[in-house]
């Protein structure tokens, strides 16, 4: 029995959106220059230094974080699980690795017809209409980027390879993305009136509560945990 070859993924040069089967998910530009390397590259590895020399150019300052930004946005936007990964595996220490098929590069027309000058969009399991903005969060400091008051309510917070996605009532959506020796406990909780997200982190064997307010962008921290059952 022949095995299933797997979904078809394709890269817009022009949109920079990455193809599932035709359908538009969104990557972000350094996203898509990580992917690209990675599928040129496989199957063999690579490093996380090679990463950084050629797309942010040796600064690993930036690079380093940037990093893990851009394969978790590549994992979200498809869908896979570091743990059990199906598309990019992390090897300690070495870097990383493209299980998937080949990306094809795909052309944007040029010949006018109405509706064919770019691929379809799909709402998908991670909606192309919606916002997704990486955030990294220094010290749990996020930037603000709304405008509106209604726009700070929180639909749902969702805990995904140890950062959080919380998704806003409006489509928005934010990923908030802990430190590197910051480990997230349990699953966020979101407040009565849908303005507040609360998370633990553990760090050296100690746990501290941590408050976010997407209305103020306001993040508090406190020392201890109460035992809060999720």
Not at 56 to 63: E, I, P, Q, S
Not at 180 to 205: E, T
């Amino acid at each position: 029995m022949d095995r299933d070859p797997g979904p078809t993924f394709s890269l817009h040069p022009d949109s920079g959106w990455l193809l599932l089967d035709g359908a538009e998910l969104p990557l972000q530009y350094k996203a898509q220059e990580v992917l690209a390397m990675l599928v040129r590259r496989a199957p063999a590895r690579v490093s996380r230094n090679e990463l950084i020399d050629t797309i942010w150019r040796g600064n690993y300052l930036t690079g380093d974080k940037g990093v893990r930004q851009a394969i978790w946005s590549i994992r979200l936007a498809l869908g896979d699980n570091a743990a059990e990964p199906v598309f990019i595996r992390t090897i300690p220490r070495l870097g990383y690795q493209w299980l998937g098929r080949s990306l094809a590069q795909t052309t944007a027309r040029s010949d006018g017809a109405a509706g064919q000058s770019a691929p379809r969009r799909s709402l998908g399991a991670f909606a192309a209409t919606a916002l997704l903005l990486v955030l990294a969060v220094s010290n749990w400091s996020p930037t603000k980027f709304f405008t509106q008051r209604d726009e700070h309510r929180v639909a749902r917070a969702d805990l995904h390879d140890n950062s959080i996605v919380v998704d806003y009532t409006t489509g928005c959506r934010r990923i908030l993305i802990p430190n590197d020796h910051d480990l997230l406990v349990g699953s966020p909780i979101i407040s009565a009136d849908r303005r507040q997200v609360v998370f633990r982190v553990q760090k050296d064997g100690n746990c501290r509560m941590i408050s976010f307010e997407p209305e103020s962008d306001r993040v508090r921290k406190f020392n201890r945990c109460p035992d809060v059952r999720t």
